[in-house]
């Protein structure tokens, strides 16, 4: 449940302010009790906030949600659902009369529920046995359009002659003849695909209007409500183009559809104008380069004259919002470890309305965040600091304002470690580096620490001036950490972010090695007791870092990529890293796969190595951790393989799942920490 104080308990912490008690360090334990805002709904008429609070049950170990309703002047804060189960994606009508929002609440199923703001009565419009998503009212709110999965069964070859009555055989084998047949977090496929349906908001049964043998997108509304746009890749080479989407129009009247773009590469997104007659949209033209920015451009509602509107600004937009008057959208992008909301108008002038958005993960310090902005150009959206998780901010009228401080009960008796930004040139080219320096709870300057360099994944992501608990956890136990965002990062522009297209990994060493070299400098680091880390992308460096140097005393490498000409066969997405990450399909050049894997260098290591992966992870397989845990143990280097069961590539599904793999990095790194 939500952490509910009572009289009592804050009479209790604020005497321990008022005191001078002294507070104690952040423990594993705490991340059950850290909340955060996601997905701030403002209101058409920008008076109220509707917004997803996160909390944690220690009991179930369960992510659950509510939904909480606020003034935008951030008065009478209070919940519009309750109880330990999920309650998200709030959405209002046009009107501000309504709303709907996904939920679990009847009977763990989850369902898309209409809620009534005036009296706050609410009830259940689906129970499919799939849920929908991506939800979007008619300009009439009387009907809704959304996504949802219709099951398709696959037809198999193999045919198995009758069982004799009362005997019990094995489940029959399961025949799989598609490219992509299992995906992350998701599991094996079932026959079938995301279509588009729609629904009275009187109720009744959601009518399915699309057929085909693909994915489709979110839809929204014509302004006459006669058609949908949605985008998809409907192309017919899908499996072998995965990025080729397009910007579609379906007709209600015969549900026919025809594409409105037609190029190679994604056009997503679409969003309509105030007068319906214009789609905004993202997109770029595919050069199969690792990094590509995404653009922002306008056509007319029929698919006719398209026009950049973006220019040459070199930052990946996301999140378009058109302005109340039609004259520009708002969008979200990073920049330099920073995400923000700017604004462009329709001439193609740039502006910067808002920052320190963020705080979506405790994990790892990720840039993630969410915004809405009302039809009089009101903003709600999540505001992020290394100081705490997602609070809810607002902005009107050039004043920020933060609305909620969700864990300020937590912090008011836990220490929170410092963070700095740094900044320092590569040794291989000079070119600036950005990271982040984590400094222990109650830091003395006089003394030296243990450091930890902690790598992120992607490797086209970046991290930035955002909390993280896993950092936090890791410098209350008296480490000094080091976060960075080498070559290949997003939120430096295109060119840096493909420093790395094909050469990865490679001279993102040398950013890293640099960093840690620039942290040595200001004389506070105990250079025996260096440890390295990190997940995905960040488990490829660690990987790569020990066969090039035995300066850290050990390793934690976390669901990496050890052999890529395994990994693209083997990975949930077959279709787009080989066509992506490599020149060429590995058994045509097998060197630039060995060349760039980890498994080829580790005859050099002498690091003691942890391998740390989810099991059921189909990003980055089990299997790559395995590899590299028999040749370490073959070359007799000190290691140990940790697998978290049940957990994917995000391994947090579950609660403990994080808490056991902080767990696991400190336990690893206090065994080999030197005296």
Known sequence: MHKVLSFFIIAFVLSSVVSGQNKSNLELTDIFNLEFVSDPQVSPDGTKIIYVRNFKDIMTDKNLSNLWIVNFDGTQNRPLTTGNHNDVAPRWSHDGTRIVFKSNMQDNKNKLFMMWMDTKEFVALTNSKSSPTAVSWSHDDTHLAFTMFAPKKSESIVKLPPKPEGAKWNKPPIYIDELNYRRDGQGYYKGGNRQLFILSTDGGTPRQITFSEHNHGTPIWSKDNSSLYFSANLHENHEFEPRNSEIYELKLADNSVRALTNRLGPDNGPVLSPDGKHIAYTGLDDKYQGYQISKLYIMNADGTNSRLLSGDFDRTIQNIRWSGDGKGLYFQYNDKGDTKIGFISTSGKMTKMVDKLG??????????????????????YTLGSTGHPADLGTFYKNSARRITALNDDIFSYRNLAKVEELWWESSFDQRKIQGWLVKPPNYDPSKKYPLILEIHGGPFASYGSVFSAEIQLYAAQGYLVLYTNPRGSSGYGEEFGNLIHHDYPNHDYDDLMSGVDAVIKKGIVDEKNMFVTGGSGGGVLSAWIVGKTDRFAAAVVAKPVINWYSFVLYADGPGFFYKYWFPNKPWEDPSSYL??????????????????????????????SEQFYAALKLEKVETAMVRIPGASHGIANKPSNLVAKIASVLAWFEKYKNE
């Open 359 to 380: 705080g979506l993960s405790l994990g790892r310090p990720y840039n993630a965040a969410s915004f809405t902005v009302s039809n009089n150009n009101k903003f709600a």
């Open 595 to 624: 060349k760039r894997s980890p498994l080829s260098y580790v005859g050099n290591i002498s690091t003691p190595t942890m391998l740390l992966t989810g099991e059921q992870d189909y990003r980055t397989p089990i299997a790559e």
